[in-house]
């Protein structure tokens, strides 16, 4: 019923600047508007952890370490999540998935892949 694919991933020297989108495809009967979106990341051989969310409200919610330097904002009549990033680092790098919310019952987007160089 929902199918997220995610863009915008590449490969940026550190201090630059990423923009990531997420369209959410959703089947009608169901409200976009209502679903928050997560944004979470892995690296190969780790666990995936939590970057970002906004709800249906607009709240938001971040992990430490990107808080200050990331940021995340949805646009409902395109339903598109995105999630700038800006100064990022080499310990941002991973591959990116936005999801549904709760993670525990989430459907995932395929991930885009973000490499910050030194």
């Known amino acids: 019923q929902v199918q997220l694919a995610e863009s915008g991933g590449g490969l940026v020297r550190t201090g630059e600047s990423l923009r990531l989108s997420c369209v959410v495809s959703i089947s009608s009967g169901l409200d976009f508007k209502r679903r928050a979106v997560g944004w979470s990341r892995q690296t190969p051989g780790d666990e995936r952890t939590f970057v970002a969310s906004?709800?249906?409200?607009?709240?938001?919610l971040y992990a430490d370490s990107v808080k200050g330097r990331f940021t995340v904002s949805r646009d409902n009549d395109k339903k598109t999540a995105y999630l700038q990033m800006n100064n990022l680092t080499p310990e941002d790098t991973g591959t990116y998935y936005c999801?549904?919310?709760?993670?525990?019952?989430?459907?995932w987007g395929q991930g885009t892949r973000v490499t910050v160089s030194t």
């Open positions: 906004i709800g249906s409200f607009g709240d938001t």
């Open positions: 999801h549904t919310m709760p993670i525990s019952e989430a459907t």
